[in-house]
């Protein structure tokens, strides 16, 4: 049997060919493998040849009416000028001009549609052929398409929360055809469910969608001695609605607290391959205490902006509390630890022989506010002096990496040295450090390392083309600092990267900015920056918007009047407006 043809047809229930994606997958094989002539006859062969003629409800008809249609040159050109001009479309809805050209051309396309067609669509690549759903993977890749389509992130997040079981956890990834996925003992999954509901109402404005029922799914429990287990699931009849869904999560990993008042590690957190950290029940992670602090802040917002009768303080108590265990328990001296484990050895501390320092910790301690004032130079100092090697051009996640340490922490050390998590950079969190540094206003920094690692910039002449050795229009999830393979770059399209990246292009250095019909602009830009242009096509109406920087005039016009105020309301007039935007040299 073809192997592309059994891949495709594995998993889809009788009758369950019924898609347009499925049948022009269908027809695209039978154009490559049907015998002379086409017709009706020759196809009902085909399928049976592969046992699947009684198998789908196809119209034979319609199937041989696409196979004359696109075996037709001139129909085949003309669709493929349709996907283009549709791509054009979705990927044009912003457009920058800045001073830098490459910048330019990772945030006005390659970013956006390496995460729509790798992530969001396809849910493969090259070094990642799956095809599944992760929980906490496409829920971050909606945050970065945020400003394109606003279905796309709701129907996204109301996906995620149908897999969610009533106890709080979720599957961590699953299969749709055939309703199979993996229970486990991930304790940050939830949370992203959380983010990313209240990222979508603070810039909808849609505080109505937290009213839309939606079903759990269900499953038998881990067993005690279970790390984890892959099982076929069903929904239950049983609806809660999307506030319902985010309140239990946030619930769960409250009530999942270590002794030390740092949150429960289970079975590991956002870094995967530290999975036997916590896996007794009593090791905690420092950076999901800090993750938790940052969901509880962006939840008691939420809720208030959604019914304002509704208690919080039960939130601010536990933020309270959660902040002064990050910064008893889990500060040591320049900066943070990354976990404890079970029997209370810590990880990421200057008494570690491996791993150190964490750049998670590090970047999520300025950004949620957690750091005290004092402190930020110094975790800074700690993140450049140990994690950013400028002669590689990357910023590790971790050092020195795990090679023989007696406390395992998890498939992470099955990872060479210096690859992937264990020791390399994993771009992703790169992108949180970048945040941070803007917060602490190292904005000339931060635009330094993230042109560090646009790939348009990692491949500008043969010899450093012949070091990175992947592409150079899309976002690598990790960069070598394996001494054998120094600089080299990792797996590339499938990567929670290109989302985030995207996000700190455009709002974090840009600082374009959008809260329900405002948008407002915050820019941190590189020193010499003296203005950028950004065009931004809101359903039918077009704001072509430049920003100046000025040495000390703050002001914003619309089509030349003046407003009295510092944001602009958005409406579908079905115009084109100039706005000037006039900011202050920071």
Same mark, same amino acid.
């Given at each position: 049997?073809?192997?592309?043809?059994?891949?495709?047809?594995?998993?889809?229930?009788?009758?369950?060919?019924?898609?347009?994606?499925?049948? *022009?997958?269908?027809?695209?094989?039978?154009?490559?493998?049907?015998?002379?002539?086409?017709?009706?006859?020759?196809?009902?062969?085909?399928?049976?040849?592969?046992?699947?003629?009684?198998?789908?409800?196809?119209?034979?008809?319609?199937?041989?009416?696409?196979?004359?249609?696109?075996?037709?040159?001139?129909?085949?050109?003309?669709?493929?000028?349709?996907?283009?001009?549709?791509?054009?479309?979705?990927?044009?809805?912003?457009?920058?001009?800045?001073?830098?050209?490459?910048?330019?051309?990772?945030?006005?396309?390659?970013?956006?549609?390496?995460?729509?067609?790798?992530?969001?669509?396809?849910?493969?690549? %090259?070094?990642?052929?799956?095809?599944?759903?992760?929980?906490?993977?496409?829920?971050?890749?909606?945050?970065?398409?945020?400003?394109?389509?606003?279905?796309?992130?709701?129907?996204?997040?109301?996906?995620?929360?149908?897999?969610?079981?009533? #106890?709080?956890?979720?599957?961590?990834?699953?299969?749709?055809?055939? $309703?199979?996925?993996?229970?486990?003992?991930?304790?940050?999954?939830?949370?992203?469910?959380?983010?990313?509901?209240?990222?979508?109402?603070?810039?909808?404005?849609?505080?109505?969608?937290?009213?839309?029922?939606?079903?759990?799914?269900?499953?038998?429990?881990?067993?005690?001695?279970?790390?984890?287990?892959?099982?076929?699931?069903?929904?239950? $009849?049983?609806?809660?609605?999307?506030? #319902?869904?985010?309140?239990?999560?946030?619930?769960?990993?409250?009530?999942?607290?270590?002794?030390?008042?740092?949150?429960?590690?289970?079975?590991?957190?956002?870094?995967?391959?530290?999975?036997?950290?916590?896996?007794?029940?009593?090791?905690?992670?420092?950076?999901?205490?800090?993750?938790?602090?940052?969901?509880?802040?962006?939840?008691?917002?939420?809720?208030?902006?959604?019914?304002? *009768?509704?208690?919080?303080?039960?939130?601010?108590?536990?933020?309270?509390?959660?902040?002064?265990?990050?910064?008893?328990?889990?500060?040591?001296?320049?900066?943070?630890?990354?976990?404890? %484990?079970?029997?209370?050895?810590?990880?990421?501390?200057?008494?570690?022989? #491996?791993?150190?320092?964490?750049?998670?910790?590090?970047?999520?301690?300025?950004?949620?506010?957690?750091?005290?004032?004092?402190?930020?130079?110094?975790?800074?100092?700690?993140?450049?002096?140990?994690?950013?090697? $400028?002669?590689?051009?990357?910023?590790?996640?971790?050092?020195?990496?795990?090679?023989?340490?007696?406390?395992?922490?998890?498939?992470?050390?099955?990872?060479?040295?210096?690859?992937?998590?264990?020791?390399?950079?994993?771009?992703?969190?790169?992108?949180?450090?970048?945040?941070?540094?803007?917060?602490?206003?190292?904005?000339?920094?931060?635009?330094?390392?993230?042109?560090?690692?646009?790939?348009?910039?990692?491949?500008?002449? $043969?010899?450093?083309?012949?070091?990175?050795?992947?592409?150079?229009?899309?976002?690598?999830?990790?960069?070598?600092?394996?001494?054998?393979?120094?600089?080299?770059?990792?797996?590339?399209?499938?990567?929670?990267?290109?989302?985030?990246?995207?996000?700190?292009?455009?709002?974090?250095?840009?600082?374009?900015?959008?809260?329900?019909?405002?948008?407002? %602009?915050?820019?941190?830009?590189?020193?010499?920056?003296?203005?950028?242009?950004?065009?931004?096509?809101?359903?039918?109406?077009?704001?072509?918007?430049?920003?100046?920087?000025?040495?000390?005039?703050?002001?914003?016009?619309?089509?030349?009047?003046?407003?009295?105020?510092?944001?602009?309301?958005?409406?579908?007039?079905?115009?084109?407006?100039?706005?000037?935007?006039?900011?202050?040299?920071?």
């Amino acid at each position: 049997m073809n192997n592309e043809f059994d891949a495709f047809s594995q998993g889809v229930e009788p009758g369950g060919l019924r898609s347009k994606t499925q049948i *022009k997958l269908l027809v695209n094989y039978l154009v490559a493998n049907i015998r002379e002539p086409i017709n009706s006859s020759t196809i009902i062969e085909a399928l049976q040849v592969h046992g699947l003629a009684n198998y789908f409800e196809v119209n034979i008809d319609y199937i041989l009416e696409l196979i004359k249609k696109y075996t037709n040159v001139d129909n085949a050109l003309s669709e493929l000028d349709k996907v283009k001009k549709d791509w054009l479309k979705t990927l044009g809805t912003i457009n920058v001009k800045t001073p830098d050209e490459s910048f330019d051309y990772v945030i006005n396309g390659w970013y956006l549609y390496q995460t729509i067609s790798s992530r969001l669509f396809a849910r493969s690549g %090259f070094n990642q052929s799956g095809g599944a759903f992760g929980f906490r993977d496409q829920l971050q890749d909606t945050i970065g398409v945020k400003f394109l389509n606003k279905d796309i992130m709701k129907k996204q997040i109301l996906k995620h929360a149908a897999h969610q079981f009533v #106890e709080g956890d979720v599957l961590h990834w699953w299969h749709e055809k055939n $309703k199979f996925g993996l229970r486990s003992r991930y304790k940050d999954d939830y949370l992203w469910l959380v983010y990313a509901t209240c990222e979508y109402c603070r810039i909808t404005g849609d505080y109505k969608y937290l009213d839309e029922e939606i079903p759990f799914v269900s499953g038998p429990l881990l067993a005690d001695w279970e790390e984890e287990r892959g099982m076929n699931f069903n929904y239950t $009849k049983e609806k809660a609605t999307l506030y #319902e869904h985010c309140l239990i999560a946030l619930n769960r990993s409250m009530n999942q607290m270590g002794k030390n008042g740092l949150p429960l590690m289970g079975g590991g957190d956002w870094n995967d391959g530290m999975n036997k950290v916590g896996i007794e029940g009593k090791g905690t992670s420092v950076w999901l205490g800090f993750f938790q602090y940052w969901i509880m802040d962006k939840f008691i917002t939420l809720t208030k902006k959604y019914n304002k *009768k509704l208690d919080v303080s039960k939130y601010e108590k536990a933020m309270e509390k959660l902040k002064e265990a990050l910064n008893s328990v889990a500060w040591e001296k320049d900066y943070y630890l990354r976990a404890f %484990f079970d029997d209370g050895t810590k990880l990421g501390s200057k008494d570690n022989d #491996e791993c150190k320092i964490d750049l998670l910790s590090q970047s999520f301690s300025i950004l949620t506010g957690v750091a005290e004032r004092e402190n930020i130079s110094k975790i800074i100092d700690s993140v450049e002096t140990n994690l950013v090697d $400028k002669d590689l051009g990357i910023v590790k996640l971790l050092t020195p990496a795990f090679k023989k340490t007696k406390h395992i922490p998890g498939y992470i050390m099955d990872y060479p040295e210096g690859i992937r998590e264990n020791g390399g950079q994993y771009t992703h969190s790169v992108s949180w450090y970048l945040m941070a540094l803007i917060r602490a206003g190292y904005q000339d920094r931060a635009y330094n390392y993230f042109q560090m690692i646009n790939p348009i910039n990692r491949a500008r002449d $043969k010899k450093s083309t012949d070091v990175y050795k992947v592409e150079p229009y899309v976002i690598a999830a990790d960069i070598y600092s394996n001494k054998n393979n120094p600089a080299r770059g990792g797996w590339t399209w499938y990567s929670g990267s290109s989302g985030w990246f995207y996000n700190v292009g455009l709002t974090e250095i840009l600082g374009f900015k959008k809260e329900d019909n405002r948008i407002s %602009f915050d820019p941190h830009l590189p020193s010499g920056w003296k203005s950028f242009e950004i065009e931004y096509h809101y359903l039918d109406t077009t704001y072509k918007i430049k920003v100046n920087v000025t040495a000390n005039k703050e002001d914003i016009l619309v089509d030349g009047e003046k407003l009295d105020k510092k944001y602009v309301t958005i409406k579908n007039d079905k115009r084109i407006h100039a706005v000037i935007v006039n900011v202050r040299d920071r």
